[in-house]
């Protein structure tokens, strides 16, 4: 499964430009079928729909993202997302840091 994760800090900004980018993104690397999932939260409040998502991410599947950013706020919790997401080995796509991972 192809994940697209979508994720602003208020509802002022453009979530379109991030699901834009990834749909695009899908299409240059035949991952098709992206299922987008979005939130919108303030910077300081704890991000659970990205751990929702991990517990559903299985061996194979895509998790696609803008930027790094938009995962996390922080590096330490950059680097405990990360090392869940390879736990379920599944690979990350950042589309702004040609990132692979």
């Known amino acids: 499964m192809n994940y697209g994760y979508l994720r602003v800090s208020t509802d002022k900004q453009d979530i379109e430009n991030q699901k834009i980018a990834i749909l695009e993104y899908g299409n240059t690397f035949n991952l098709n079928k992206i299922e987008f999932i979005t939130k919108i939260i303030s910077s300081r409040k704890t991000d659970r729909v990205i751990f929702q998502l991990i517990e559903r991410l299985k061996p194979d599947?895509?998790?696609?993202?803008?930027?790094?950013?938009?995962?996390?706020?922080?590096m330490s919790e950059l680097e405990s997302i990360r090392v869940k997401i390879a736990e379920k080995r599944t690979t990350l796509h950042a589309i702004s840091q040609k990132l692979i991972i």
Do not use: P, T
């Open 61 to 74: 599947d895509n998790l696609i993202i803008y930027e790094l950013s938009r995962l996390a706020r922080s």
